[in-house]
Every structure is written in C-alpha cells, then in structure tokens.
Nanobody
Framework: QVQLVESGGGLVQAGGSLRLSCTGP????????MGWFRQAPGKEREFVAH???????YYAESVKGRFTISRDNAKNTVYLQMSSLKPEDTALYYC???????????????WGQGTQVTVSS
C-alpha cells in the first residue's frame, strides 16, 4: 500500500499563490504517473494536472498557464505551484499515482487524504 501525503493548502486571496506538496514512500514519485485532482463541495473530483516519468506534463484547460506541476525524485515529492488563484479554484486537492497516462480518476490507484485550498474574493 502506497501512502501519499499532501501539504501546503490554506486560505489565500484571489490573485495569490500557493504551492502544494505530495510526498510518497520509496520511489513512488519516480515510478508512477503523478497527478493532482481537486473536488469542490457538491461537485465530482476533477483532474488538474499530471507529470510523467520523463517530466512531460499535462494540464486541465481551467488551470493551464496558472498551475505548474513538477517533482523532485530525490525527495520523493511532487509539487503543484498555483498562481493567479481564483475563487473557483477552491477545493480539496488530492495527489494520486497511476501506472497509466490518463486523466481518468478511476485509473489512479493510490491517493492521498487531500489538502484544502480556499481562495477568497
């Protein structure tokens, strides 16, 4: 069982920035496709971004140009740098690991508990 742990969430004003971190055991971050998802109250969990083994990244249209996913294999950590935050970015943010290059939630095998991001207007 792979345990992922997110951190870095908080309350920020619109236009501000936050950096989320997700740490996994062993070589999790370097061995899987690492993704970020989010879930707002009353809504389904949605894909935000993922990063492949070769550092190729992919983003949801709603965050493209504002969010950046990256990872540090030596620290077993994946990051989500969020800038120009909007109130609609408010959600519980999860990191997840998959063996497939996909945006589908069901394809991600391992999940963290989530970290709350709240953007005030």
């Amino acid at each position: 069982q792979v345990q992922l742990v997110e951190s870095g969430g908080g309350l920020v004003q619109a236009g501000g920035s936050l950096r989320l971190s997700c740490t996994g055991p062993g070589r999790t971050v370097s061995s899987y496709i690492m993704g970020w998802f989010r879930q707002a109250p009353g809504k389904e969990r949605e894909f935000v971004a993922h990063i492949r083994w070769n550092d190729i990244t992919y983003y949801a249209e709603s965050v493209k140009g504002r969010f950046t996913i990256s990872r540090d294999n030596a620290k077993n950590t994946v990051y989500l740098q969020m800038s120009s935050l909007k109130p609609e970015d408010t959600a519980l943010y999860y990191c997840a690991a998959s063996s497939d290059i996909t945006t589908l939630t069901m394809a991600y095998r391992y999940w963290g508990q989530g970290t709350q991001v709240t953007v005030s207007s």
